[in-house]
């Protein structure tokens, strides 16, 4: 199977490479490295089954291949509000140009879609069949909005055009190799925990979030494409935590005396968050296996390396 991964360079999409690369396929992997980085897939670079293109999605461009894993956009909210424009351009332009392929080749066409499409949710947990409550205007909404049509699109050309699709609507996901400076929940504590900088928490805390280990996720990916369901399917963790609670738990694991900050909420932060997974459950047999306290270890496992070697090449000059 020769596949494209949009995307491959960042976080999810390089876990993604590994394992269909361990699965023996061939794989394209396509970035502009705007959040992703060659470090990712280094292993994968002088492989004969692999091939890295430099490529920004709202160009268009012609390949030759199977399946489409279409995961470029960045994925949090300090980078995909950097430049909101180009964020929707992605979305709009860069989905088009993937769908656009997959039509003309005949490929199977995966949408890594997100939770933000529920919004600040009023209905809880969210299932796949609620529409969401979404601010159109709100500085979240490029991403928000942005997903949303990416939906439409794909949903369009599907009975349009007949492109054969799924849509992954991912809740938080984390692991190794998230980037240390993404403002994200997960590597905003721990990074803070390990650098010994007091623990960040907006509001009370007590709003919640669910957490995915990664390897969890690209399981749920790699089901969901090779299933019969189109989706939308939504591919999360069900247990819901606090973020005070997930604050204490890095406290714990990382750094017992470091101090927790609170801090006021950023406009339009959901309160709730917890994907409802029956659909997952019952049409993948999919469901995650990795619990948080073992996550987080593993993941700042990876912080604390990448942490030290920066440390160590400022000692010697690099
Ligand atoms: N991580 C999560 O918790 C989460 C949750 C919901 C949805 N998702 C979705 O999963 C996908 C991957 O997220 P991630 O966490 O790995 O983020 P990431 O930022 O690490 O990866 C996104 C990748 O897309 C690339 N990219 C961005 N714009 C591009 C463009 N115009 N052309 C080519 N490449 C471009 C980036 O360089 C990066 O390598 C995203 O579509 C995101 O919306 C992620």
Redesign the pocket.
């Known amino acids: 199977m020769r596949i494209l991964v949009?995307?491959?360079?960042?976080?999810?999409?390089s876990h993604l490479i590994d394992r269909l690369m361990a699965d023996g396929n061939e794989v394209i992997c396509?970035?502009?490295?705007?959040?992703?980085?060659k470090g990712n897939i280094l292993k994968w670079l002088e492989h004969p089954y692999f091939e890295l293109i430099r490529?920004?999605?709202?160009e268009p461009i012609r390949l030759e291949i199977d399946q489409i894993y279409?995961?470029?956009?960045?994925?949090?909210p300090v980078?995909y509000q950097y430049n909101p424009v180009?964020t929707v351009?992605?979305n709009v332009i860069?989905t088009l140009n993937m769908l656009g392929l997959a039509k003309r080749v005949k490929a199977r066409f995966l949408l890594?879609?997100?939770?933000?499409v529920y919004g600040d949710p009023e209905v809880h947990p969210q299932v796949e069949e609620y529409w969401g409550n979404v601010n159109p205007i709100g500085i979240r909404s490029c991403?928000d909005e942005g997903?949303r049509i990416a939906e439409t699109l794909t949903f369009d050309y599907h009975r349009q055009n007949d492109v054969d699709i799924r849509v992954a609507?991912?809740?938080?996901?984390?692991g190794p190799?998230?980037?240390e400076n993404?403002g994200?929940v997960v590597s905003n504590l721990v990074v803070q925990a390990l650098r010994d900088i007091p623990l960040t928490v907006y509001g009370d805390g007590s709003q919640t979030r669910s957490f995915?280990y990664v390897s969890d996720l690209v399981e749920g990916l790699m089901r969901l494409m090779s299933g019969d369901h189109i989706g939308p399917v939504n591919l999360g963790n069900p247990d819901e935590y606090t973020i005070l609670e997930l604050a204490n738990s890095v406290q714990k694991l990382v750094n017992p005396k470091v101090e927790i900050k609170f801090q006021s909420l950023p406009q339009d932060d959901p309160r709730r968050r917890r994907p409802d997974i029956t659909r997952a459950k019952t049409w993948l047999n999919w469901q995650p296996t990795v619990a948080l306290q073992e996550g987080l270890k593993l993941t700042v496992e990876d912080f604390r390396s990448r942490i030290n070697r920066n440390q160590q090449s400022l000692v010697i000059g690099h």
Not at 30 to 37: E, I, S
Not at 55 to 58: A, F, G, P
Not at 112 to 116: G, I, L, M, R
Not at 169 to 174: E, K, V
Request: charged residues 20%; hydrophobic residues 25%.
């Open positions: 949009t995307g491959g360079a960042g976080f999810i999409g396509l970035d502009n490295f705007y959040t992703g980085h490529h920004d999605i709202t279409h995961l470029a956009c960045p994925a949090s980078h180009k351009k992605t860069g890594a879609s997100t939770s933000e991403y997903k609507r991912i809740f938080n996901t984390y190799r998230m980037l993404d994200r995915c």
